[in-house]
């Protein structure tokens, strides 16, 4: 059972940075593979998947709308994986939240943005950017 705790939301001026971060724990966090994705929502429409990084970092996609400005990256020392967020934008505004999908060695380069594919989410940071 893992634990996922997003933080690092807040209000950003259009054209600024955040850097969120999910903190991974419970059992089997260090031992097991996981994939972790970066989802947002924003009121009245889908989860939208904007990045993930496989369980060995060999593979990071990223969703269209935030490619180029989005960098998903994993500290194994921290146990966390980062959202580094450039160039933002009103439309960015959404609660952002980040979920695990457990893999395998043998799945340790998969990762995806289904949100109806993860095992475990976090609850969730708001970000709210500024014309």
């Known amino acids: 059972q893992l634990q996922l705790v997003e933080s690092g939301g807040g209000l950003v001026q259009a054209g600024g940075s955040l850097k969120l971060s999910c903190a991974v724990s419970?059992?089997?966090?260090?031992?097991?593979?996981?994939?972790i994705s970066w989802f947002r929502q924003a009121p009245g429409k889908g989860r939208e998947g904007l990045a993930c990084i496989s369980s060995n970092d060999g593979t990071r996609n990223y969703g269209d709308s935030v490619k180029g400005r989005f960098t998903i990256s994993r500290d194994h020392f921290t146990q966390s994986v980062n959202l580094q967020m450039d160039n933002l934008k009103p439309e960015d505004s959404a609660s952002y939240y980040c979920?695990?999908?457990?893999?395998?060695?043998?799945?340790?380069?998969?990762?995806?943005?289904?949100?109806?594919?993860?095992?475990?989410w976090g609850t969730g940071t708001p970000v709210t950017v500024s014309a």
């Open positions: 419970g059992s089997g966090a260090t031992s097991d593979y996981y994939a």
């Open positions: 979920a695990a999908k457990k893999t395998s060695y043998g799945a340790r380069y998969y990762c995806n943005l289904f949100a109806g594919g993860m095992d475990y």
